[in-house]
């Protein structure tokens, strides 16, 4: 079998306008006209030449290609030109083959449910903080304050960073790096010519360019992390829980332990590829509750109840409905035969998330938010289909951090805040980087819960 997946002719930029315009017709558009395995330009736009980009919209078919984690397929390299200039080279995002083995070996046990139980407490004394400081009565982009909750538990669990200068320091400098407006022409860039720009000293004295703004961010930020590694160092804390610490006390096969620039790209891989992320999820959940008052009128009763279960179905139809990341691509070492179609090596193929979690036969009425999908019965072929964390062995290493900071500052907001969405109409997906953000950044009215 040597046919190709088919694909439009249209040439490539006209694609993605129409992809930046409206993702998710775009996908669903593509599935309707070319069945479940097709060609679309995303990742690697190469503008004149039709894309090498296969996209997949069935679980069955995701799993073929996570299955190229084993051998054929590299994930990194999809992700490395464009999360070079803020992770470095040492980035379980962007490596693959023995380095990458080596860092997911080390980075898997602090980030493990069971180690990570502890931080519940203080997700939830981070978020009380924030929610004290919401204005009342006044609309807001929710978005936005989740953020603050996700960029502080980063710094004070994972970073371990407890000293409140220096916490006062880092966080605009955080926020500057993260925001993708900075890197973003660096992103389109060519390696060579990015390597030349960020080397440039005009660059530098040009402070009004937001890609000036990130370098300058990024040698800040890198200056208080190395000195945070040294210090640490110097005078290890024996009782410490935060991911940090615990990457310091870490060995490998060799018994090796992980170098300060290994220590410090893993730090910012945490930061760049969990806090803007996790913000999205908990934005997109509030934006879905509010337009569906049983599903909050139901979840308040069993929060108020002390019961969690129905919490943990309402994150996942959260993620299940507006999945955050829209596709995990490899790229291809060997050609890959699927669904009837042969993909050649050199090409990029990924699920299409928000395609798979729109399938009918595993997901019936896709478009309605339903928790109770995950519960009882039917829970085990909703689960088979829910990839929001990608899949394979490159699936999400803080993907159970994730699920505990939305279950924990959900909680806190029902508790503590009434919420009412500023229109009634549902928001858009707009691309955001490799992310789907709401449209209006979940803009919201909060009140105190009566009685509070
Ligand atoms: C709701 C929040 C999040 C979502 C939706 C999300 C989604 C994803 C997805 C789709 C992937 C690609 C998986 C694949 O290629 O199969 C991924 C990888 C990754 N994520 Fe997350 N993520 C989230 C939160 C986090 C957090 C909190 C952290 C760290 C603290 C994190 C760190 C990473 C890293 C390091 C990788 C690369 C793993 C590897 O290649 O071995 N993510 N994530």
């Known amino acids: 079998m040597s046919v190709l997946p088919p694909g439009s002719a249209i040439p490539s930029p006209f694609q993605v306008f129409r992809l930046v315009r409206d993702p998710m017709r775009f996908f669903e558009g593509r599935r309707r006209r070319y069945g479940p395995v097709f060609r679309a330009p995303v990742f690697r736009i190469a503008w004149f030449r039709p894309p090498r980009e296969v996209f997949v919209a069935t679980a069955e078919l995701a799993e073929r290609v996570y299955a190229t984690d084993a051998g054929g397929g590299r994930a990194g390299e999809t992700r490395r030109d464009f999360m070079a200039p803020a992770v470095g080279e040492h980035s379980l995002l962007s490596l693959d083959h023995e380095p ?111 890609t000036t703004r990130f370098l300058a961010a990024r040698d800040a930020v890198d200056e208080l992390l190395y000195e945070e590694i040294a210090r640490r160092r110097a005078e290890p804390q ?52 509010l337009r569906n008052p049983q599903v909050l009128g139901r979840l308040r009763t069993e929060l108020d109840r002390g019961q969690e279960g129905y919490l943990d179905a309402v994150v996942k139809e959260g993620l299940r409905t507006r999945p955050v990341v829209y ?88 508790e503590r805040m009434d919420l009412t969405a500023e229109d009634p109409e549902p928001e858009r997906p707009l691309i955001r980087h490799v992310t789907l953000v709401p449209s209006r950044l979940t803009t919201v009215t909060a009140r105190p819960r009566a009685g509070m």
């Open 100 to 210: 990458w083995q080596r860092h997911r070996k080390l980075l898997t046990p602090p980030l493990r449910a069971r180690t990570i139980a502890g931080y519940r407490d203080d997700i939830g004394r981070i978020a009380a903080q924030n929610i004290s400081q919401w204005p009342v009565g006044r609309p807001f982009p929710l978005r936005d304050r989740m953020q603050e909750i996700t960029l502080e538990v980063i710094m004070r669990l994972v970073f371990g960073i407890t000293d409140s200068e220096r916490l006062d320091r880092l966080r605009p400098l955080l926020h500057t790096l993260a925001d993708p407006g900075g890197p973003y022409t660096l992103m389109l860039m060519s390696a060579a010519a990015r390597d030349r720009v960020l080397g440039s000293r005009l660059l530098r004295r040009m402070p009004f360019l937001p």
């Open 327 to 414: 596709a995990a691509p490899r790229l291809l070492d060997a050609p890959l035969e699927l669904g009837g179609y042969r993909v050649p090596a050199g090409w990029a193929v990924g699920p299409a998330i928000p395609l798979i979690h729109h399938d009918p036969t595993a997901f019936p009425e896709p478009c309605a938010f339903r928790p109770e999908r995950f519960l009882g019965d039917g829970a085990g072929a909703a689960n088979r289909s829910w990839m929001p964390f990608g899949g394979g062995r490159r699936y999400c290493v803080g993907a159970q951090l994730a699920l505990l900071e939305m279950r924990v500052i959900i909680r806190e907001v029902l």
């Open 238 to 289: 024996e009782n410490a829980t935060d991911v940090l610490s615990r990457l310091l006390a870490a060995r490998d096969d060799e018994g090796r332990p992980m170098t300060a620039q290994e220590l410090r790209d893993e730090l910012i891989t945490m930061l760049e590829a969990g806090h803007e992320t996790t913000a999205t999820g908990l934005a997109w959940t509030f934006e879905r509750l």
